[in-house]
């Protein structure tokens, strides 16, 4: 299962299916979450519902969430579904979730007491710290496409495989194409010095 550490979603008026949820329309979340959205961007502590089913999970709801409360945090499971606290950004044409918190040192997600605390992936972004794994990509100015092994307990990269200096549609990123007890390797893009999933992964 992946879990984006972010979905945006953008509407033209109230009256829009919520993240095409046929019966729930933008209007009703708002009242739900008894917010009014205008055009400045405000933020709100949500509690998201999302279907784990396929392979990657999908928004279902909003509620309510608890104030102060972490974001990832106080997780709930039940009949294919997960729920758990998520931070909330809206206007009166947008919404954007966020899953997860990022290090500001590290540029990485903080997933400790999360739902994505046992992840196999638990970053969307790995920094390439390694100078072996670093000079791979010096040729493509740190650039590019291919695969990242990750060390599933350390969350550190173990190696890095170009594959070219395309983009990559991001459709394909954060596919898993080999794993074992102590490694999971997946496709990845390489950019702003380091490997981007684009997503969490189970």
């Not at 104030?67 to 950004?89: E, L, Q, R, V, W």
């Not at 291919?146 to 350390?154: E, Q």
């Not at 102590?182 to 380091?194: D, E, H, P």
Request: charged share 20%; with cysteine; proline share 2%.
């Amino acid at each position: 299962m992946k879990i984006s550490p972010f979905y945006l979603f953008e509407f033209k008026s109230l009256e829009a299916c919520f993240f095409s949820q046929k019966g729930i329309s933008m209007a009703n979340i708002f009242e739900t979450l008894d917010v009014i959205p205008t055009g400045q961007a405000k933020t709100v502590c949500v509690r998201l519902t999302m279907d784990v089913t396929g392979e990657s999970a999908r928004v279902i709801n909003l509620e309510k969430g608890q104030k102060n409360t972490a974001i990832g945090s106080d997780t709930i499971s039940y009949s294919g579904c997960i729920s758990f606290i998520a931070s909330m950004t809206y206007t009166d044409k947008r919404i954007c979730l966020h899953t997860l918190e990022r290090d500001a040192q590290t540029s990485k997600l903080i997933t400790l007491n999360t739902f994505a605390e046992t992840f196999r992936i638990r970053s969307d972004f790995y920094p390439l710290t390694d100078g072996i794994i670093r000079d791979k990509l010096k040729n493509f100015q740190g650039v590019g496409v291919g695969t990242a092994t990750i060390n599933i307990a350390t969350q550190e990269l173990a190696n890095v495989v170009l594959f070219h200096d395309q983009p990559m549609d991001k459709a394909d990123v954060g596919t898993i194409t080999k794993f074992s007890d102590q490694y999971i390797t997946v496709s990845c893009c390489f950019a702003n010095g380091g490997v981007n999933t684009l997503t969490v992964i189970e």
